[in-house]
């Protein structure tokens, strides 16, 4: 079992930054792929970025590719989001997961367990 606990946002102005923390518990923190997803209302929710479990690499929906930054500090038992040049497009309640799959999880279904999200909000 992994307990996710989401952190970090807020209401900020476009073109602003924001980091996101994801601090999990539980079992070993090295074990998974950690994940960002995101869910504007109205919508379903939707990937945004992924550290892989096997070898560090990460990857990006195209929409926040060169804003966002996924990264991990092991010793902590987090994963962060950083998120810059941000636009109203990117509100959304943001969840971090983690997956046990040593591939590329991209998927809702890929992800094991999830935090319970953390609101972002971007005024134009």
């Known amino acids: 079992q992994v307990q996710l606990v989401e952190s970090g946002g807020g209401l900020v102005q476009a073109g602003g930054s924001l980091r996101l923390s994801c601090a999990a518990s539980?079992?070993?923190?090295?074990?998974?792929?950690m994940g960002w997803f995101r869910q504007a209302p109205g919508k379903e929710r939707e990937f945004v970025a992924v550290?892989?479990?096997?070898?560090?690499?990460?990857y990006y929906t195209d929409s926040v590719k060169g804003r966002f930054t996924i990264s991990r500090d092991n010793a902590k038992n987090t994963v962060y989001l950083q998120m810059n040049s941000l636009k109203p497009e990117d509100t959304a309640v943001y969840y971090c997961?983690?997956?046990?799959?040593?591939?590329?999880?991209?998927?809702?279904?890929?992800?094991?367990?999830w935090g319970q999200g953390t609101q972002v909000t971007v005024s134009s």
């Open positions: 550290l892989t479990r096997s070898s560090g690499n990460t």
């Open positions: 997961a983690a997956s046990r799959w040593l591939g590329l999880p991209m998927r809702n279904i890929n992800y094991d367990y």
């Open positions: 539980g079992r070993t923190f090295s074990d998974y792929a």
